[in-house]
């Protein structure tokens, strides 16, 4: 493979709550892509990791109205924490808006993600500088006029996050580009908590 050609994913979470250690993921997509580390340009979309997981306790009634999920939705799912790993294996960089919320949930299910290098598509770009509002996902995706069909849905949320990044800032040049141009998010701190690896500092809003 060209040395240029990396592998990169865009990651999207729902959870129960905004606490890795005490909320639980309830859907998963992982949209993994070949890009050109040099232009941004994405050169061939591969496959998507996808799937639901029925938490212990019934969801909040918030959750529900934000996505839309239900209790029967999830009843009966689980997520593959194997296939999950395996499907992961070869991605040299992860992506997610607001990465430090969905990183602190990935690292829950698998200390496996910490050593990943992180991107944040909300705090890598300078979307503030460019004069947007704010750097919510839905108000950037309206500003550049992308359809996101079901927002706060992972598998939506991870397709609208990459045509987003394939969009060119006021240099020409691919969010991508401009993001892949920072340092990768600092690993995590990791301390134990029931027996799991947890970020020792989870994210704020």
Known sequence: ????????A????????????????????????????KT???VEQLEDFYSLNQPSIPLPSFIRKLTGITD???QGHK??????????????????????????????LSP????KKWYCSMRHIRWKEYGFTNKKLQTLLDSHNILNDTAHR??????????????LNP?????????????????????FNDQQRLPANRPNF
């Open 1 to 8: 493979m060209n040395k240029e050609i990396k592998i990169g």
């Open 112 to 115: 496996f993600f910490v050593e």
């Open 40 to 42: 941004g340009e994405i």
């Open 79 to 108: 997520i593959d924490i194997q296939q999950l790993m395996t499907f992961s294996q070869d991605i040299e960089y992860l992506i997610a808006h607001n990465a430090s919320f969905d990183r602190s949930f990935m690292i829950r």
């Open 72 to 74: 029967d939705m999830l």
């Open 154 to 167: 992972a598998n939506s949320d991870t397709k609208s996050t990459l045509t987003l990044l394939q969009q």
């Open 10 to 37: 865009v990651v999207d979470l729902e959870t129960t709550g905004l606490s890795p250690s005490k909320h639980e993921v309830i859907e998963i997509s992982i949209l993994k892509f070949l890009f050109s580390k």
């Open 171 to 191: 240099k020409g040049e691919t969010y991508m580009k401009e993001m892949m141009l920072r340092k990768p998010m600092q690993k995590p701190k990791i301390v």
